[in-house]
Every structure is written in C-alpha cells, then in structure tokens.
C-alpha cells in the first residue's frame, strides 16, 4: 500500500504501517481463540512448484516439489502475538521519536516486508518455504539496521550486518540441502519419520547437517562470537529498527531451532552435548565481554545475546534423551526477553542522544535528570537476569558441570545488565565541552510510555514461564514444578550478581568505571598486537606476493612473446628450407641427443 499509494508523509506512511500489525495482531489472537481447545495444529498445504527431474531411481527424487504449508499451533501463536506487540509499540514510540529520520516512507515499507518474512517463517513448515521468508526477512533486516545510508560509520557498520548473517544463513541452506540430498523431503512432518529409515542414510550426514542447521540459526540468534552485526549497528541503526532486530530475531530464530531439533536429536548424543558446550560458553563469554564495554546498547545486546545462549543451551538439553520435556521452557525465556531487549534499546537510546554521547563513563544522573527512561533500563535488566530463573529450575541441575556452567553465566548476565543502569542512572553527570548538564531533558511525554508498556508485557511473560500451566499451553504436554529449593538456588545466583554489580558501584562508581577503561585498554591492546601479527606475518607477505606477481606476470609474457616470434620464424625458415637436409640434420641432432643422454655416456 505504500508504494502504490500516495502515502509519503511520515505520520501516514507510520499509521499505514501500525495499521498492518494490529490487523495481524487480531487475526493471530482470533487464530488463537480458535486453536484455545485443540491440541493438534492447523495446517494447510498448497502446491507452488512442482517439476519431473528423472523417470527412474528412488521415487523421493523423481520430481522436485515446494509446497507452501502454513502449520499454526500455539507456540506460533504465541510467538506472533509477542511479534506483533513488541513492534506495534516500537513503532508507537518512533512515530515520536523518529521524526528526523531519513526516508520515512522506506522504513515503515521495509518494517511490513520484515514482518511479512518473519510471519512466512514462523508459519512454514517446508525448508525451502521457511528459508525463502528466511531469507528475505534477512534482507528486510539488512535495510533497517543500514537505513541510514547518509555516514560513514553507517555504511561500515551496514557491511558486517550484511556479510555475516548472510554467511551463516548460508550454512543453514547448505544444511537443508543436504537434507534433501539424501531423503529428497522438505516438509519436517514427512522428513523426520524417515530418518533413520531411509536406505543409504548415515549418522554422519545428519552431524553435519545438524552442525549447518545450528550454524545459521545461530548467527540470527546473535550468539557469541556471531553477535557483532547486532553490536556494530547498535549505534547506528535507526533505534527503532535496532529494537525490532532485537526483539524478533530471537523469537524467530529460537521456534525454528526448537522445529529442527528432532533432526538434531536422530544424529547423535555427542552432537548435542557438543551444541549443548557450544552454547554454554557463548553464554559465559558475551556478557562477559560486555564487562569493558562502554555503550550502554552495546552492553545490553551482549547480556541479551548471554540469556538467548543461555535459553538455548536449556532447549537443545531438553531434546537430548526422550525423558525431558522442559525444552519449551528455554522458548519461553526467550520470549519474555525480547520486549525487555526492545525496552532497554528505546530507553538507551534516547539516553544517549539527550546527554550527547556513546560512552557510559560521561553518563550519569538519569535516574534524577531522565526518570522514565532510568527506570526502564532497571526494569529491563532485571527481567533478564530473573527470565531464565524458570527454565533453569526446570531443566538444569544445579550439582552438575553444565549446571555450574549455565550458573556462573546467570551471575555474570546479572551484572553486565544492571551495570548499564548503574553505569548511567547514579553518579554525577559532568559538564563538558558545549555541554551543559542542565538542558538534559527525557524523551517527550507521548513516548515515555511505551518502553513501559513493553516492560510490562516482558514482566507477564516472565511470570507466564514460571508457570507449568503455560508452559503446556506451549507445547501440549504434561510439565511438572520443580522443587521450591532450586528456584531458591538460581534466584539467589542473580540476586548475587546484582548485588556484585551494585557493590561495586555502590563503594566507587569512578573506580568501577576506570577498571572497565583500564580491561577495555589491555583488550585493545592485545588485539592490536594480534594485527599486527597478522600483518607482518600475512598480510604484508600476501601483499608482496601479488606484487611480485604483478612484476613477473608482465615479464613471463615478454619472454613468452619473444620465444613466440623466435619459434615462429624458426617455423617460417623452416618451410623455405628443402625437406631433404632438414630431415638430414634434424636425424643427426636428435641421435647426438641420444647417444650424450646414454647411461655408458653418463657414468
């Protein structure tokens, strides 16, 4: 409608936008009234391609079909609803606060093709459908976080959320392919019954096709060290488009893990421990490399990235032997991060643009000066470092390796999360070059509300997760309460890392502050040592190695055209010459040859 209509002006081509998700927000809640009291899902099957490849061998290769299914059941119902709300209140907020962002009409188009793919997603349940919506809601992704085409920091920032989830959502198309290679099936509801029964299959071919899968969902999870195209376009993207990256990302990326993970469970118990390793120490190193960071988007996107490893760690353990059922419980601490994510990057946001800078160390005194925004960020962190406390309880125990694994990154996403409210919300805000702290104002008054109401929301979700009520709802099956005493255990694992966190801001906020600059310094610095290495002993090398190519390619021809023309007039000669004494000669040379190369000759 806005690119065939006369929408243009922002407000409008915003209400047009707004409009679409609420419709999408009733349709999904009528689709989920429909689905209140059925435990089966609803789908539709339509045939969009269909074409004979061979007349002869397995028949699941004959021809060549993409179907388009819609299966709807109440894991995606709830997964578009939290879509659906997390961006009608974005875009609420931005139609205030985005007024002097570039191509109004653009942004709000590209937000409808974003949703349209991430809906196409959630709904498919063919691979080559799913990874088509996949695949374009990655481009819709592309052209939100580079929306501001006008700086350079933009463009550069724009290159790595190109490149790198266009790299991993190669592997996650390379690990369908080679699914299809093998049983010639997209649909997941005929591919999984088949296998372990299909001739020719091999354990190996479901390790890597599993590994390829994991990859790309991975890489839209934002999962260390596949986070940088979350954290480079944190500070110039659009902060509406940074939010709904943020929240419907991991919603979207976590439901289709959660679908392809009985592939992953018919490979074998070693892949999973290893996927289940894998994201235990993404869990552990994001948020800790969140500790020297100095942005407050930044800090937050890697304590969100900390609890999406953390959740899905949960979820690929729930799928490891057939007894566990509490897989559904990592989906939904997802879930209820998502609309804090968004929350923490609106109030961020303007936090930044009203005290005029990116580093934590110049904030300070929101919490008197930017109330509202203050207290969301406080909301927001405590939601992530309480979100996973449910899941945890159920499926992990707190005695094990995995279990002191997944506690110390509870404790450390704890206080990466908190140290941005503490980090901008107390100490005093100091006067700088044309600068005064005195005009520091919070955002105004028609957008404050909104990052509340997505905290809210984020809050419901959250109490909803700890609940085996609705955690059935979720995934149809019987779900039993832990044990009071370990959700007194991980409860109390975050209650300690806020309080750390508090601690140390509490006793010197400029020496917590210094410490973060001085591990920020010795970081850099190690990582400029590490370029160097590679510049001196690969990249320089590589750049002499063209160079020199460069020289003697040049020269190679000259030689190459010279020995050309000596050969061709050799062969000019030759022809005039008679036939009779060049035999001659020629026989005489070529028995020289001989007789000098003899072995008598050579000893």
């Known amino acids: 409608m806005i690119a065939i209509s006369t929408v243009r002006t922002r407000r409008a081509a915003a209400n047009t936008t707004l409009l679409g998700v609420l419709v999408s927000l009733a349709a999904t809640l009528l689709v989920g009234w429909g689905l209140a009291r059925r435990t089966a899902p609803f789908i539709a099957s339509y045939v969009y391609l269909t074409s004979s490849v061979a007349f002869s061998g397995p028949q699941n290769f004959q021809s060549f079909e993409i179907d388009i299914v819609l299966r709807?059941?109440?894991?995606?119902?709830?997964?578009?609803?939290?879509?659906?709300?997390?961006?009608?209140?974005?875009?609420?907020?931005?139609?205030?606060?985005?007024?002097?962002?570039?191509?109004?009409?653009?942004?709000?188009?590209?937000?409808?093709?974003?949703?349209?793919?991430?809906?196409?997603?959630?709904?498919?349940?063919?691979?080559?459908?799913?990874?088509?919506?996949?695949?374009?809601?990655?481009?819709?992704?592309?052209?939100?976080?580079?929306?501001?085409?006008?700086?350079?920091?933009?463009?550069?920032?724009?290159?790595?959320?190109?490149?790198?989830?266009?790299?991993?959502?190669?592997?996650?198309?390379?690990?369908?392919?080679?699914?299809?290679?093998?049983?010639?099936?997209?649909?997941?509801?005929d591919l999984v019954p088949i296998l372990h029964t299909t001739a020719g299959w091999t354990v190996r071919q479901l390790v890597v096709a599993s590994v390829l899968l994991f990859v790309g969902v991975a890489g839209r999870l934002a999962l260390w060290p596949l986070?940088?195209?979350?954290?480079?376009?944190?500070?110039?993207?659009?902060?509406?488009?940074?939010?709904?990256?943020?929240?419907?990302?991991?919603?979207?990326?976590?439901?289709?893990?959660?679908?392809?993970?009985?592939?992953?469970?018919?490979?074998?118990?070693?892949?999973?421990?290893?996927?289940?390793?894998?994201?235990?120490?993404?869990?552990?190193?994001?948020?800790?490399?969140?500790?020297?960071?100095?942005?407050?988007?930044?800090?937050?996107?890697?304590?969100?990235?900390?609890?999406?490893?953390?959740?899905?760690?949960?979820?690929?353990?729930?799928?490891?032997?057939?007894?566990?059922?509490?897989?559904?419980?990592?989906?939904?601490?997802?879930?209820?991060?998502?609309?804090?994510?968004?929350?923490?990057?609106?109030?961020?946001?303007?936090?930044?643009?009203?005290?005029?800078?990116?580093?934590?160390?110049?904030?300070?005194?929101?919490?008197?000066?930017?109330?509202?925004?203050?207290?969301?960020?406080?909301?927001?962190?405590?939601?992530?470092?309480?979100?996973?406390?449910?899941?945890?309880?159920?499926?992990?125990?707190?005695?094990?390796?995995?279990?002191?694994?997944?506690?110390?990154?509870?404790?450390?996403i704890a206080i990466a999360a908190l140290r941005v409210f503490l980090s901008v919300g107390i100490g005093p805000l100091l006067r700088r070059r044309a600068f005064d702290p005195d005009r520091v104002r919070d955002a105004p008054r028609p957008a404050l509300g909104w990052p509340y109401w997505l905290l809210l929301l984020a809050i419901a979700l959250t109490l909803a997760s700890l609940l085996t009520a609705s955690l059935g709802f979720l995934d149809a099956k019987t779900h039993h309460a832990a044990k009071p005493g370990a959700y007194a255990i991980w409860l109390a694992v975050a209650v300690a890392g806020f309080a750390a966190a508090g601690f140390a801001y509490g006793t010197s906020r400029e020496g917590a502050m210094r410490a973060t600059a001085w591990f920020n310094a010795a970081v850099d610095a190690q990582l400029t040592a590490a370029a160097a290495f590679l510049d001196r002993f690969l990249v320089v090398p590589s750049f002499k190695v063209v160079d020199r190519a460069t020289e003697w390619i040049p020269v190679g021809d000259g030689a190459i055209a010279r020995a050309s023309l000596m050969s061709g007039r050799l062969a000019t000669t030759a022809v005039r010459a008679p036939a009779v004494p060049v035999l001659i000669v020629m026989t005489v040379l070529l028995a020289l040859l001989i007789a000098l190369l003899s072995p008598g000759v050579l000893r």
């Open 72 to 189: 709807v059941d109440h894991l995606t119902v709830v997964a578009l609803a939290v879509i659906d709300l997390c961006v009608a209140l974005v875009l609420a907020w931005n139609r205030v606060m985005g007024r002097n962002e570039p191509g109004p009409a653009r942004f709000n188009a590209v937000i409808s093709i974003f949703l349209f793919g991430a809906f196409g997603t959630l709904m498919g349940s063919d691979l080559a459908e799913m990874f088509t919506f996949w695949a374009l809601c990655g481009g819709a992704t592309y052209l939100l976080l580079a929306h501001r085409w006008g700086t350079e920091d933009a463009f550069r920032a724009g290159r790595v959320a190109l490149a790198l989830p266009f790299l991993t959502d190669l592997f996650l198309l390379c690990g369908i392919a080679t699914l299809y290679s093998r049983y010639g099936k997209q649909n997941l509801a």
């Open 227 to 412: 986070h940088s195209w979350i954290t480079s376009t944190a500070t110039t993207a659009p902060p509406a488009a940074s939010a709904i990256v943020q929240a419907v990302w991991p919603v979207l990326a976590i439901t289709v893990l959660y679908r392809l993970l009985p592939i992953f469970h018919a490979s074998n118990q070693q892949t999973m421990r290893d996927l289940v390793i894998a994201c235990g120490v993404s869990a552990v190193l994001a948020p800790l490399a969140s500790l020297i960071g100095r942005e407050p988007r930044q800090v937050f996107a890697l304590a969100g990235s900390g609890l999406a490893a953390l959740a899905t760690a949960i979820v690929i353990h729930g799928f490891q032997y057939p007894a566990f059922t509490f897989a559904v419980a990592g989906v939904a601490c997802i879930y209820a991060a998502a609309p804090a994510r968004a929350a923490a990057t609106l109030a961020a946001s303007s936090i930044a643009a009203a005290m005029r800078t990116l580093d934590m160390g110049e904030m300070g005194d929101a919490l008197r000066r930017m109330r509202s925004s203050a207290v969301v960020l406080l909301g927001a962190a405590l939601v992530i470092g309480f979100g996973a406390v449910g899941a945890l309880a159920l499926g992990v125990d707190t005695r094990s390796r995995f279990g002191v694994t997944l506690g110390e990154a509870l404790f450390l």
